[in-house]
């Protein structure tokens, strides 16, 4: 499976501190929005910061899979693949847990074909296939 490493994602109680930390660290503010979900509306911001960019939310979107409380900070590893239907067929067959069947989303930043997983020892971990880039 070909894949990149697209983005970092972290859980942040207070995105304005963040975001300013970051930018004072030299990090860049891409994009800055809101996403709808059946459990609420929840802030983002995506940074581009050391050669890679940092999904920054109060809320990741697979918590409420998960059987434990998530704290703050690193969440998960994004990779972006060409083919997520490829991607996830190769993964599900190694018997990784899914916790985000394959779904279609958009916001600021575009629209995205997203799952995720969790890796034998644990690391939660999402593929992408982008479907069209606002960024």
């Known amino acids: 499976m070909k894949a990149r490493l697209w983005n970092i994602g972290m859980k942040a109680e207070n995105l304005d501190e963040e975001i300013g930390f970051f930018e004072e660290l030299g990090g860049k503010l891409l994009v800055r929005g809101a996403r709808k979900r059946p459990?609420?509306?929840y802030e983002y911001a995506i940074l581009e910061f050391g050669q890679t960019r940092l999904f920054l939310t109060p809320k990741p979107v697979f918590e409420d899979?998960?059987?434990h409380p998530l704290p703050s900070g690193l969440t998960h590893a994004v990779f972006e693949v060409d083919d997520l239907d490829e991607a996830y067929d190769r993964?599900?067959?190694l018997?990784?847990?899914v916790l985000i069947e394959p779904v279609e989303i958009s916001a600021d930043f575009g629209s995205r074909r997203i799952a995720f997983f969790r890796s034998p020892n644990g690391l939660v971990f999402e593929v992408m296939q982008i479907l069209e880039s606002k960024m």
């Open 39 to 41: 459990d609420g509306e």
């Open 91 to 93: 993964i599900t067959q």
């Open 65 to 67: 899979q998960l059987n």
């Open 95 to 97: 018997g990784t847990e």
